[in-house]
């Protein structure tokens, strides 16, 4: 493996890239443009009916957004021109055969024109429904491979996946491929076609019962799990990660691929500019809750390790491994992550959060800011049953009997209390194996590439990707949390 110019071996390409409207996605759209503005093209996937809605959600939900700032002043009055001339919007749906691409003259070029095919798109819903999750990790990424196969000029497909395809696993997790009908468990018969039958049969089930649609995604989300479950993964969106990383090492041939697993992604640590963040990731939703005042508790082992990767270290990766094995047949893992070489624990969280929002609360809708306190931490789920159960379990059952004597006239209350007490208790059976997680995630292959780049000369500076160089209390304190602020508190 060797690595000559990256920033040279950008220079007119043309790669295609799914899921273009999410997070990773904008920030690798970004880093290329902004570091080779001599790539020829970047057809840009998006789930739309038609071009002009495609290029009205790539404009207000890629090219518009703060994230393109620097890129903007740069190029001045010439950006959008810029923009018009590199970037390509593609209307389609990576869970349809082709992408779901019905211009045949578009399809037809990105056949000719294609060096490379970045497959982002995800649904990373823990909770989704299972026909949704199936359609779109795992036969999504077997749409993406045989459109690959399609492109003359192929040199590679990049699949960024997720670190926890591991499952629950402890110890430390090693860079291995899954092998077709793979499982967690040990049982046997997993099978991708299997699990498009049983959705099918379950869906026809449900609809000759008549089933509202409310409760067919109910049912569709309960398969999901049980699915999962059954084969030792705790949730539908890394089961069918894991089923798409399957299919793409069963079926690619001699085509050279590269799957990228990162851990938890957080905001951007250096560039384009430190602490841009989209929506409310796994712990920006602790941050948000606890800085809000609505977090009060914790449920998890305080000494547990947090795997946490910057978003931008997480695209550099990607784009140093693309250009590292560029036409070489292969089949290589790369777990890109900072629990082996630069560990951050629960504990570090809990501390960073509330020094942070004692020293700036958050000011609410009222004007008055918010004054957080030290969480009380379940180290349990017994401790955690017990505290639901004489915090909020009694006041059901009570609410319940009072409810019954005054013929319904609490019933709006108790079933809104009871709603709220099951989806935190579905939320809980959902994070569960991340809140008491006990693995490493080795990055031996990730750490060679890191080699390969900085022998390479000059270029590693502008694509960092040693988690070793992150001082965490620096990096929460002066740029993740305040970018939650700023990016994603309402």
């Known amino acids: 493996m060797e690595l000559d110019s990256i920033v040279g071996f950008l ?59 620097v890129l903007k002043e740069k190029w001045a009055s010439n950006f959008n ?62 749409h993406v491979l045989d459109f690959a196969k399609k492109c003359v000029k192929l040199k590679m497909l990049l699949h960024v ?42 869906l026809n089930e449900l609809q000759s019962e008549g089933a509202t649609q409310e409760a067919i995604t109910l049912a569709m989300k309960d398969l999901a799990m049980q699915r999962a479950k059954m084969h ?7 089961f069918t990660k894991a089923m798409g990383e399957m299919a793409l090492g069963h079926f690619k041939e001699n085509l050279p691929l590269v799957i990228i697993r990162p851990t938890v992604i957080s905001s951007t640590y250096k560039e384009p500019f430190p602490g841009w963040v989209e929506g409310i990731r796994t712990i920006d939703s602790l941050a948000v809750g606890y800085g809000k005042g ?12 947090i ?26 893992i790369y777990q890109v992550g900072s629990s082996l070489k630069n560990p951050l624990r629960y504990s570090d969280l809990q501390d960073y959060g509330f020094r942070y929002f004692s020293e700036n609360p958050w000011i609410n809708k009222d004007g008055k800011a918010v004054k957080v306190g030290k969480v009380t931490v379940m180290r349990t789920m017994a401790s955690f049953h ?32 009871n709603q709220k007490i099951k989806f935190v208790l579905r939320l809980i059976d959902l994070y569960k194996p991340y809140l008491f997680f006990k693995g490493v995630f080795d990055d031996m292959n990730t750490e060679k590439l890191r080699m390969v780049l900085k022998a390479s000369g000059a270029e590693a500076d502008l694509f960092y990707f040693d988690p070793k160089c992150i001082d965490w209390e620096d990096y929460f304190m002066n740029t993740h949390i305040r970018g939650v602020v700023k990016f994603v508190f309402k």
């Not at 739309?48 to 703060?66: C, F, H, I, P």
């Not at 030792?232 to 890394?238: E, I």
């Open 81 to 142: 021109s810029f923009l018009s001339e590199k970037l390509t919007p593609v209307p389609g749906d990576i869970s349809c055969p082709n992408l779901g691409v019905a211009d045949s003259n578009l399809r037809e070029e990105m056949w000719r024109e294609v060096d490379i095919v970045v497959n982002v798109a995800a649904t990373t819903n823990f909770d989704e429904r299972y026909d949704v999750a199936l359609g779109i990790n795992t036969l999504g990424a077997r």
């Open 232 to 238: 030792g993964w705790p949730n539908s969106y890394v």
């Open 307 to 332: 795997d946490v990767i910057p978003v931008d270290m997480v695209v550099n990766s990607m784009i140093v491994a693309m250009a590292a094995h560029a036409n070489q047949p292969c089949e290589v």
């Open 386 to 417: 017990r505290y639901m159960a004489f915090r909020y379990l009694l006041l059901l059952k009570g609410l319940q009997i009072v409810n019954t004597a005054f013929c319904q006239y609490f019933r709006g209350m108790y079933t809104e209390l």
């Open 11 to 69: 220079e007119n390409k043309s790669i295609l890239v799914t899921g273009a409207t999410g997070f990773v996605a904008k920030i690798f759209v970004e880093k290329i443009l902004r570091i080779q503005p001599n790539v020829k093209k970047l057809f840009l996937l998006l789930r739309a009916g038609d071009t002009k809605s495609a290029t009205q959600r790539l404009k207000n939900e890629v090219t518009g957004k703060e994230l393109f700032r």
């Open 161 to 202: 996946s997720t670190a926890y395809v591991s499952g629950e696993r402890g110890g430390l997790i090693q860079e291995h491929p899954f092998k077709m009908g793979e499982t967690l468990n040990g049982t046997f018969g997993l099978d991708i076609e299997e699990e498009k039958r049983v959705i099918e049969e379950r």
């Open 294 to 305: 609505k977090l009060t508790f914790f449920l998890g082992d305080p000494e547990s390790v």
